[in-house]
């Protein structure tokens, strides 16, 4: 089952970029590699991110 997660339903009011996993933990990562790419994020301040909103991001996450 691929999950996914927008960008733009993730907070970002501009980016509508989609990341994509098998699993939560894949799909974390494709989304922190993004945030790091292409938002300025740094390992460190993605998962202070993810850390505080963690449930709001699994609320958000889709199956396809």
Not at 3 to 8: A, D, G
Not at 14 to 32: D, I, S
């Amino acid at each position: 089952m691929t999950l996914s997660l927008n960008c733009k339903d993730a907070g970002d009011p501009v980016c509508t970029h989609t990341m994509y996993g098998e699993t939560e933990q894949e799909l974390l990562e494709n989304a922190k590699r993004h945030g790091i790419e292409a938002h300025g994020y740094t390992e460190e301040t993605f998962n202070e991110r993810i850390g505080k909103d963690k449930e709001n991001f699994r609320k958000l996450i889709k199956s396809a």
